[in-house]
Every structure is written in C-alpha cells, then in structure tokens.
C-alpha cells in the first residue's frame, strides 16, 4: 500500500521569505501523481501544485515550485516570496495506478507567516 | 467556490442516532472520493466511486458506515450508530480523470456526536 509522509507538523516563515516543506511517499508503482494541496483555515482544499511521475522537470506555478526526485521517493514544495495569505495547512497527496487509484493524503505541514 | 457541494454543513447528533450526508459533484467528474478529517490532520480516504460502481472503501471503516453514488451523480454517506468517535468533518472529492488529474473538495460537513 502506498503512503505518504509528511515530518514536519508546523513551519514558520517571514513574510517575502522562501520556506521549503517536505514531503516522502512510498510506493512500488512508477506511473503516479504527486500534488500539493493548501487548506486554508475553514477554507476548501485548493490545488496548489501537480507533478506527473514520469516527467523529470520540476513542476513550477508562479511562487510554488517543486524538488520532485522520483529514486528517492521524494516531493518537496518551495514557496518563494512568501505572504501573508500562504499561511495554511499544507498536504502532499500521491495518485496511484496512472490516475486510476487512490488518491492519499499526508498528515499536513501547518506553515505561519510572519509579517 | 469549487463547484462541490456538501449538505448539511454542520450536524449535530446525539450518540446512537444515524446522519446521512450529501455530497453533489462537479457534473461531468466521474470519481467521487470521500474523507474524514479530524482537527489538524490530512483527510483520511474512506471510500470512492467511479460512476457508480464503489471501487474501494477503506480497511479501517466500520461497517457503520455506507456510501452510495446512484446513477452517478451525487453521493450520501450514512453513519449508523454514530459514536463520540464519529465527530470529524466529512469531506467530499469530486475527481477529474481526463487529462490532468484534479479533486476538487467541497466545503465539508462537520459532524458532532453528543
């Protein structure tokens, strides 16, 4: 069974600053799906950032961009120029069997910025 | 707004009483993912639907629980027996397969069990 983790509960970061959260799955499958998710307080979860397994560059949406090192089972997100508005709690999530699985999520990384 | 819908919002119940929740997708999304969510902690899978047909529910949910997709539309959760266990918010995913996978999650329900 796939899983994912997350080992960092909470993360602080100043406002125009760069914070990098992590994130390690585990699976045996090779064609996947890796996202990053936020969820703001009492918001709906929002798609931060999307990465397919078997492309090597590193997806990129303006300040989000992603380490994706696929032999290390490995997904960090760096936030870049951070504001005020990115505090949330943050999830990797991994998508198995070429789109067709399970989608599951980690424990979250709670991010604080500070102005 | 994501285009998902999740009714009730709030439930409160007393122990012992059975809740059902709605959830309403985006229409033309054919997958349907349900979680539980406890207070800062990721969503927890408890079951998905791929048009009607549930393809996999989770090993850990009780036989309490039951979800349904008829017609492959919208989707109900019932809880039977509800527990103090039970409180959580219920969140609903409606899936996008074709080209770039996306869930869009609806607001949730939170469940209180007094």
């Known amino acids: 069974a796939q899983t994912v983790t997350q080992s960092q509960p909470e993360m602080s970061v100043q406002e125009a600053e760069t914070v990098t959260l992590s994130c390690t799955y585990d699976t045996s499958e090779s064609d996947y799906y890796l996202f990053w998710y936020k969820q703001p307080p009492s918001r709906q979860m929002i798609l931060v950032i999307r990465q397919e397994a078997y492309k090597q560059q590193n997806a990129t949406e303006n300040r989000f961009s992603v380490n994706f090192q696929k032999a290390a089972k490995s997904f960090s997100l760096k936030i870049s120029d951070s504001q005020l508005g990115d505090a949330a709690m943050y999830f990797c999530?991994?998508?198995?069997?070429?789109?067709?699985?399970?989608?599951?999520f980690g424990k979250g990384t709670k991010l604080s910025v500070k102005p | 707004d994501t285009g998902v819908s999740q009714n009730p919002r709030h439930k409160i119940t007393k122990r012992g009483q059975n809740v059902t929740f709605r959830c309403d997708p985006i229409s033309e999304h054919n997958r349907l993912y349900w979680y539980r969510q406890t207070l800062g902690q990721g969503p927890e899978f408890l079951t998905y639907f791929q048009n009607e047909a549930q393809l996999e529910k989770s090993r850990l949910l009780s036989d309490r629980f039951s979800a349904e997709r008829p017609k492959g539309s919208f989707s109900t959760l019932e809880i039977q027996r509800t527990e103090q266990g039970d409180s959580a918010m219920y969140l609903c995913?409606?899936?996008?397969?074709?080209?770039?996978?996306?869930?869009?999650f609806g607001q949730g329900t939170r469940l209180t069990v007094v």
């Open positions: 995913a409606s899936f996008r397969t074709g080209g770039l996978p996306e869930a869009f």
């Open positions: 999530a991994f998508l198995g069997g070429g789109s067709q699985g399970n989608l599951i």
